[in-house]
Each structure stands twice: as structure tokens, then as C-alpha cells.
């Protein structure tokens, strides 16, 4: 077969349901117990060859997504290449539907989507579990983004086993206005836990058992979110929209990771459209998006 000229990559975005987070560790980072969770919220990633690294983007936040190569994706192609002493000459375009700085690892879906567009699109085979030590090294909810479905991340979040899961879950997603900085969370994390004994992270077998079951009643009553406290300090505007989400009969709501975006767990897809449309109408929120999981990683589309 002759090599192709250009490759999609679909990626999802993420909720944690459980996210257990330890004291900072000598490296800065925090040991967690990360229960991922993929949802049906995606970016797409194009890899086109070219005579070098350049990367645009489009959609309703492109002029918030960085297009040097501080963006994850810039650096997925590099980091490949580099491993494989060839050149990163391609031109990534990202189709951006995941909330920016929002808490969903938009930007690690992007990382993951370049990763495979480009192995993909240079005939490289990489094996699976070198493609996952490149994402380890590109952030700690990148490998995440690689394998989607449903995982317990441990370490910094970077150390996968994946988890069986039920479902369809359905979710609502309350965007916000601007982003949150996932370093200035965890620093927020850390100045509240102050003099606290924080203890060791670890997952919840009631929620390991929900999620494996697909109990949304019991999954409601199990989620928790160790940032939630910190960003709501840094975003006290938050607890306004997870309250309009609870009005408006969703099972549990709360911060999806480090923040902005408020996550809300509802029955089925008639409560989605109503807690949506409600959040929306409370106007504590830019965009209520729903959305269903578990939804599968890293895909190519077009090859
Ligand atoms: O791994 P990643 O680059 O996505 O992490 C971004 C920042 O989030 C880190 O620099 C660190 O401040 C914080 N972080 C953390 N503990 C983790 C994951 C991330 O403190 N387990």
C-alpha cells in the first residue's frame, strides 16, 4: 500500500468520576488513584505531510489553542520523529471541539490524535506500548486520551489499567467562561490541604463496582473530585451552575478534573436535553453540551 498523504485521528475527551488526590510529592507532581472515564465529546486531529512543522486550528475556541510548539500536539510529532531520527515535517490541523483549559483534556486529546495521525501517516508501526511511554512523557492524562474507554490511572495519572464498564452513562456538560490553569489548581489543592494528613490516594470499590455495572444511581452517589474544593476557590462562580444542574434533576453534578467545565451525571437522554436546556437558561454557563460514555480512544478515521 502507498504511504499516505494525510490521516484523521478522532480523540475523546475525559470526566474523571473518581479523582483521589495525594499530598505533593518531592517532584511537585501528586501521586492520585484517577478514575478516567471516556465521553463523546472529540477532537479531530489531521496529519498532512509538508516541508515542516506547523499546526492550525479551528473551531468555536481556536484562538485560544496555542499554534507553536508549546501545543501537545507540536510535540507528540516531535517527540515520534525524534525517536525515529526523522524529521516532524507534516502540518497537524485540530478540528477543536473540547472545551480549552476546561478540565477535559482537550489538550492531551490533541497530543494523543498527533501521536497516531503521525505514526500513521509516516508508516512507522510504533508498538502500542512505546506510542503510550511518548504519552507518559507528553503529559499525565495523555495515554489516557490514547486508550479511552474507561481506566484507573495511578502515579501522576500516567500508569493505566483498564477498567470494565457498563453503560451508557449520560452526562451534560456545562461549559465555562475561560479556562482554569491545571498547575495553579493543584497549587490551590495544596495551600488548602495545608497542615493537613492527606491520605494515600485510592479508588472506590463502590465506584469501580458502578461503573463496571453500569449503575448510574450508583455511580451518582459515588463520584468525587479531590480538585473540586480548590477550584471552586479559584472559580467561586462555579458552584452557581453545579447548584442549576442539581435544580434541574441531574443525579450528581461535579468539576470534571481541574476545572472550569461542571460535569453532570442525568438518567437517560431526555434528562440531558432538560438539564441542559436549564443550564443554559440559568445563565451560569457558555455552553451545555451533552454527551455519553464510555466513548473509545484514539481512532484513525481516514488513512
Ligand atoms: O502532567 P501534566 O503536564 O498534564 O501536568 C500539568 C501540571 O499539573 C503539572 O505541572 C503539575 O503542576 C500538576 N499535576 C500534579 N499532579 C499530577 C498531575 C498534574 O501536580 N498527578
Known amino acids: 500500500m502507498s504511504a499516505p498523504t494525510s490521516v484523521t485521528v478522532r480523540v475523546p475527551a475525559k470526566v474523571n468520576v473518581q479523582l483521589a488526590v495525594g499530598a505533593a510529592r518531592p517532584d511537585g507532581f501528586h501521586d492520585l488513584a484517577n478514575v478516567f472515564l ?21 473551531g468555536p475556541d481556536a484562538d485560544k489553542v496555542p499554534l507553536d510548539r508549546t501545543n501537545l500536539a ?30 477535559m483534556a482537550g489538550g492531551s486529546a490533541d497530543g ?30 495523555v495515554p489516557f486520551s490514547l486508550v479511552g474507554g474507561a481506566a484507573l490511572g495511578v502515579g501522576r495519572g500516567e500508569r493505566l489499567t483498564g477498567l470494565p464498564v457498563g ?29 493537613v494528613d492527606v491520605p494515600e490516594p485510592t479508588a472506590s470499590p463502590a465506584l469501580l463496582e458502578a461503573l463496571a455495572t453500569g449503575d448510574t444511581t450508583a455511580l451518582a452517589d459515588a463520584l468525587v473530585n479531590d480538585l473540586q474544593p480548590a477550584a471552586l476557590s479559584l472559580r467561586p462562580s462555579l458552584a452557581a451552575t453545579l447548584e442549576a444542574g442539581t435544580g434541574a ?5 461535579l468539576v470534571s478534573g481541574s476545572g472550569p467545565t461542571t460535569a453532570f451525571l442525568v438518567k437517560d437522554a431526555d434528562a440531558a436535553r432538560t438539564v441542559a436546556d436549564a443550564l443554559i437558561a440559568s445563565g451560569t454557563c457558555r455552553a451545555a453540551r451533552p454527551a455519553t460514555s464510555p466513548a473509545p480512544g484514539a481512532t484513525v478515521l481516514t488513512a
Not at 434533576?249 to 453534578?253: D, E, M, T
Open 74 to 103: 507540536a510535540r507528540a510529532a516531535e517527540l515520534l520523529a525524534a525517536r525515529h531520527g526523522i524529521e516532524p515535517a507534516v502540518h497537524l490541523h485540530i478540528a477543536k471541539d473540547i472545551p480549552v483549559a476546561g478540565g
Open 167 to 195: 453503560g451508557p452513562f449520560h452526562w451534560v456538560f456545562a461549559v465555562a467562561d475561560g479556562g482554569l490553569s491545571t498547575p495553579a489548581v493543584y497549587g490551590e489543592f495544596d495551600r488548602l490541604t495545608e497542615g
Open 249 to 253: 434533576g441531574a443525579l450528581a453534578a
Open 38 to 58: 471516556a465521553v463523546s465529546l472529540y477532537d479531530e486531529v489531521t496529519a498532512t505531510r509538508a516541508a515542516a512543522l506547523t499546526i492550525t486550528c479551528e
Open 112 to 141: 494523543a490524535g498527533a501521536l497516531l495521525a503521525c505514526d500513521a501517516l509516516w508508516g512507522l508501526d510504533t508498538p502500542r506500548a512505546e506510542l503510550l511511554e511518548i504519552c507518559a512523557e507528553l503529559g499525565s492524562d
